[in-house]
């Protein structure tokens, strides 16, 4: 089914943000079930307004969903990407390349998707109709909305693991990291202890004694591994196990053919090794947080 821009956004529709998570996820199935029976019960208009609230507050039921990804080569739409071919979405996805150049990103279309018109972002539509279920933008919310989707976070604590991790990435890892500001002191910090982490585990979450593949690891690795890009000259030798994790990572089929192909395309076929890490001083390094990521 063709996409076609939403004629009205829903990210500011009151609600449009629940659907992250599953309010509804630990009741019972006989009290939602009573709920629906009474609903039958009642008269059309009152059923109609309980039918909208429960439809604002309840869980989007994602098996039937599919996404529109508006993404650009050039931006944290390949992070979305990578997770995208880990868990064998495509089919479900399709991918809307935007022309940047022609500011296709700003146009009014593309503001009732994301209103800050920035790149990823995605629409969620509902299989059957096409209708646009809600809008979303920032990258991390994207991987745990497909980590839902993928079926991937389906406990409470999953999902919140989930999301620390992703949040981990966007601020703490992301500040530190790449904005020269902050980077001098909590650079040594949040590494070290990333690196006795990883000492004890191969993956950041997951089942077993040391963790298994999850959309975490696409979030902290992404950047980890967008780091070489900004910092092409400074290693991370002092931090070996967090370079043992971003080699691992970097060797993932699913890496290499989105994020990598990307970061070894824009460092010139030569992209660093995986050891290969920031330090302070490097101009170049000194802006990701704010925009550099944006052309990452
Ligand atoms: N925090 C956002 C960053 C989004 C962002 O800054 N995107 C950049 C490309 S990576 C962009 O669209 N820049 C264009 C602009 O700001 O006009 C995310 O993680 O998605």
């Excluded at 790149?119 to 096409?130: R, Y």
């Excluded at 620390?164 to 790449?178: D, E, I, M, R």
């Amino acid at each position: 089914m063709a996409f076609s821009w939403p004629t009205h956004t829903h990210q500011h529709a009151p609600g449009a943000q629940t659907s992250l998570v599953n309010p509804s996820a630990g009741y019972p199935s006989a009290i939602i079930g009573a709920a629906r029976r009474s609903l039958a019960t009642q008269p059309a208009a009152v059923a109609r307004a309980a039918r909208e609230r429960q439809r604002k507050t309840q869980a989007v039921q994602h098996d039937n969903s599919r996404v529109v990804l508006f993404t650009h080569p050039a931006s944290r739409g390949k992070i979305v990407e990578w997770y995208v071919q880990e868990k064998n979405l495509a089919n479900r996805v399709e991918f809307r390349e935007m022309d940047m150049k022609a500011g296709e990103h700003k146009s009014s279309g593309f503001l009732r998707v994301n209103p800050f018109g920035r790149l990823p972002a995605m629409s969620v539509l509902d299989e059957d109709t096409g209708n646009e279920l809600y809008s979303l933008h920032e990258s991390g919310a994207l991987l745990l909305t497909l980590a839902e989707m993928a079926g991937e976070t389906d406990t409470p604590e999953k999902r919140a693991v989930a999301s620390q991790w992703a949040l981990f990435a966007n601020s703490t890892l992301g500040n530190a990291l790449f904005v020269e500001a902050f980077r001098d002191k909590q650079m040594p910090a949040v590494m070290r202890t990333l690196d006795a982490m990883l000492a004890e585990r191969d993956y950041l979450s997951g089942e077993g004694p040391r963790g298994s593949f999850t959309v975490g690891d696409v979030a902290v690795g992404a950047y980890l591994l967008y780091a070489p890009l900004f910092f092409p000259h400074v290693t991370f030798e002092e931090y070996p196990n967090v370079c043992k994790y971003m080699a691992n990572l970097s060797s993932r089929q699913a890496y290499q053919s989105t994020l990598g192909a990307r970061i070894d395309g824009a460092a010139g076929g030569s992209a660093p090794p995986a050891s290969h890490m920031p330090a302070g001083g490097d101009k170049q390094a000194a802006v990701m947080s704010a925009s550099a990521a944006q052309s990452a």
